[in-house]
Structure formats: C-alpha cells, structure tokens
C-alpha cells in the first residue's frame, strides 16, 4: 500500500502530475477560458481546473498500479478519492477568482456585459455544492478511519496500544483539519463575491441618486443577482429616456 512508500516518493508521486496538470491548464486556460464570452468564465474555469485535478488524480493512482502493483480499488481509490476531493475545493475557489476578475473589469469599464439568460438560483448553487462537499467529506472521513481500524487490527499490541492511539488520532485530526481549513477558505473566497456583487449594485444606484444615469451594473452571474442587476439597468435606461424627453419637451 501506499502507506508503505517512504515520504519522499509519495510527494513526488502526488507532485509531478500536479505539476503538469498545472503547465497544461495555463496552456488551455487562454483559449478555453480566456478568449470566451466573460460570462462564461467562471464556469469554464471550473470544468477545466475540476478535469485536470481528476485526470491528476487518476494519473497517480495508474502510476501505483503499473509501478508499484498497488490495487486500484484500494490505495489508488483512496489517493484519486483525495487529490479529487482538493481539487474540487482548488477548481470552486478558482472559479470564483475567475469571477471577481470578471466583475472587476466589467466595473473598471462601466459596461453591462449582457442581458440575463436562463436563471440559475443561488440556493441551487449552494445546496448541491454544500451537498457534494459533505459527500466527500463523510467519505474520506470514513475510509481514513476504515484504514486505521484495518491497521489496527494487523499492529496492534498490548505494549503499541498507546502509541498506535496516539498515531491514529493524530491522522484523524490532521485530515479534519485540512478538510476544516478547505471549507473556511472557500467560503471567504464566496463571501469576498457576494460583497462585490453588492458593491456593483449599490454603487450603481448612489450614482443614480446622486444623478449618474450614465452607469450600469455588470450583469455576470445567472442567479438573483443577475436578476436585480438587469432591473436596474433597466430602471436607469428609462430614466434616461424620460430626462431626455423631458429635456426635449422643454426645449
């Protein structure tokens, strides 16, 4: 099994193919990402990172399988299961950095980047990304503690006990934490979002009050905010219309 190999060889093993994953993705982010529409950004962004983590991940448990004659189904399942599981935190994080960067540049530019689509609800969003992310969490939670109880079972002694309890806890402890510290930053990355969706928004409308028709509010997401913010481009291009018909009739 994996745990078998020293410590310099696992990291390697988990390296190399993250360091190419990550050579190819700057390659293929200019033309898949990059050059699209930017309100498609933030979800192509995710398809390509997610896809590269998983073909990172099955990369590494075909190489323990020809080199090393490790089962699939077992030490590699566990290794894909947990380099899948951080690249789906690293590919929601990244998309969401995509998004800032677009919203950032569509309010430096003062443009609407388009007109609302298909709705796509935030409660929809958050429940079956929070619904996966549990998934994963309770499966790799369970499988490191099927491990150890395996491992326990072969090792353990009246004179190990303590020290084989101490190990344990400690492995359980290091991967609750790390799970811990992957969900905390993801959801500062989504709250750092939401603040500059509300930022575009009432910054549009103090412009508006203090006389600005001449603003808009990036339209980047398909979801309640995406909503409110074409109703209020609307709202400031009838304003606009009215003054210059008012301006008009005076004339």
Do not use: C
Not at 193 to 198: G, I, Y
Not at 214 to 219: H, N, R, Y
């Amino acid at each position: 099994m994996i745990q078998g190999l020293p410590l310099w060889t696992i990291g390697t093993v988990i390296t190399v193919p993250l360091v190419i994953a990550f050579g190819v993705r700057a390659f293929l982010e200019p033309k898949l990402v990059v050059s699209r529409t930017p309100y498609l950004h933030s979800k192509l962004q995710f398809k390509l990172d997610l896809s590269l983590f998983l073909l990172a991940a099955l990369s590494m448990a075909l190489f323990n399988k020809l080199y090393f004659g490790f089962p699939i189904a077992a030490s590699g399942l566990k290794l894909a299961l947990g380099v899948g599981a951080i690249g789906l935190f690293a590919a929601v994080d990244l998309a969401l950095a995509r998004e800032r960067t677009v919203l950032g540049s569509a309010k430096d530019a003062g443009l609407s980047l388009r007109k609302l689509g298909s709705l796509y609800p935030i409660t929809r969003k958050f429940t079956i990304l929070a619904t996966l992310i549990t998934i994963l969490i309770t499966v790799i939670i369970l499988l490191v503690i099927m491990q150890d109880l395996w491992w326990l079972s072969k090792e353990m002694t009246a004179e190990n006990l303590a020290m084989l309890q101490t190990s344990v806890m400690v492995e359980v402890l290091f991967v609750m934490s790390l799970l811990l510290f992957l969900t905390v930053t993801l959801i500062l990355s989504y709250s750092r979002n939401l603040r500059l969706l509300f930022d575009n928004q009432t910054n549009a409308l103090e412009e508006v009050r203090g006389g600005n028709l001449e603003v808009a509010v990036p339209v980047v997401t398909n979801d309640e905010f995406g909503v409110i913010a074409v109703h209020t481009n609307d709202m400031i291009d009838g304003l606009r219309d009215r003054l210059r018909m008012m301006e008009g009739l005076e004339v």
